[in-house]
């Protein structure tokens, strides 16, 4: 009743597909390609809500912070790595080191969201202990940008994010903090590291 056949790859193999499968993936290879302008069903062009309009910056404005950053600080270095802005995100990696070990890890993501991008931060010990508890990374909005700086603030503004490039092969990112009625600042001066 139900039959097979035989499918020769390119590679000299074969696989066996039964009738169900091989109709199945005739459906895949020769369906219509659908587009992201496909009319809705009984609508015409005119009837369509037009695009959102973004007013803020993208998450590819913020390719400036694309590189191998390596930077020091009395008693330690850091090294920080930020990937190609790719569909709507950018990875990116922190490493704190003192004496030739790993005082502890951040590793970072700037979304999209309906609000804009926004920057979500975990902080890791040596061994990918997490710092921050499950389902609540640190979270920072977009404040203000220009072609080359980006300052990130989160809900409370009580800590603020500045990455600023400089120059081709530079990169400084300050820090920013009020607890307790005391403001802390730190300043990370970083070099390209090819």
Known sequence: MWQTVDCRLSTGGFFRLGWISMLLLLGLLFRPAVT?????????PAQRPPAPVVTGPLVQDFAFLTGRWRGGITGGLFDEEWSQPS??????MFRYMENGKVQFYEFMVIETS?????LHVRHFDPGLTGWEEKGAPLTYTVDS???NQVVFVNADKSSTITYRRSSP???????????GGHKGKKEFAFSLNQ
């Not at 992201?36 to 015409?44: C, K, L």
């Not at 309906?114 to 926004?118: A, H, I, L, S, T």
């Not at 530079?170 to 820090?175: I, K, N, Q």
């Open 169 to 179: 092969v530079t990169l400084t990112e300050v820090l920013e903090r009020e607890a």
């Open 114 to 118: 309906p609000g804009g991008p926004e």
């Open 87 to 92: 569909s709507d995100s950018m990875m990116g």
């Open 145 to 147: 940008a220009t072609e």
């Open 36 to 44: 992201a302008h496909a009319q809705v069903e009984g609508s015409s």
